[in-house]
């Protein structure tokens, strides 16, 4: 299937509530880089907060692939203030820090096999196991970024240790894969209505001010989200597509 049929398929998914998403236990958001947690599934995280569930968040990434030009913000530097607008936005969507685990791979460089690979498959079971998870969310494996390929590689990774546990992907930057770019099978999943959650999703996207502002001034090379890009994945519904076993 082409990735604009295939979105579009993911836009009309049934509408579901938290529990037929999720039918039992906590739930872990694997997030590529400190940001697609809130860009993808901060719905998600706040709904299931709200409803009393265990959520456990594991970035995969350092996050210092944003700005390589800086000299305000050298690497070191600028991992410990990712790491800090992730503890930010996700109390606002209602997860405290101890439930967060930084991977600090490279940014650009996550593999997707090998032993840091699999020791990063080891830390999502350890995560599933903590919360009791009924289901790992993951960005989408044709999301056209490297890191975003490599998390959904690792969550397979992982995935014989977990059996019980239902695996779902969410797009990031998929929405932006030229048209006739192949995918797939037409998706099998749900979509999450999140329209109460929005205006805290929308503060914890905002949190990551180094992602959506000009905090860091001096590289003018450095990453920047697009509005248009948030708005796209702020509106009232999560897309995930549920991955067979």
Known sequence: ???DAFLAAADALPV???DSL??????????PHPDDESLGCGGLIAAARAAGRDVRLVVVS???GSHTHSRLYPPDKLRTLREAETLRAVAILGLAADSVTFLRLPDAHVPSAGPEAEAAAHAVVQAATACEAGAVFVTWRHDPHCDHKASAAIVGLARPLMPKVVV????VWGWTLPP???VGPAPDGLRLDVSAYRAAKARAVAAHESQTTDLIAD????????????DRL???YERFVRIPA
């Open 1 to 3: 299937m082409r990735a």
């Open 234 to 236: 702020c509106g009232p």
């Open 16 to 18: 579901a509530n938290l």
């Open 180 to 182: 006739e770019t192949e």
């Open 62 to 64: 350092d996050g210092c």
């Open 22 to 31: 999720v039918a039992r236990g906590g739930l872990v958001v694997v997030a």
């Open 168 to 171: 779902y992907e969410y797009p």
């Open 219 to 230: 590289d003018p090379t450095g990453f920047r989200l697009e509005p248009a890009m948030i």
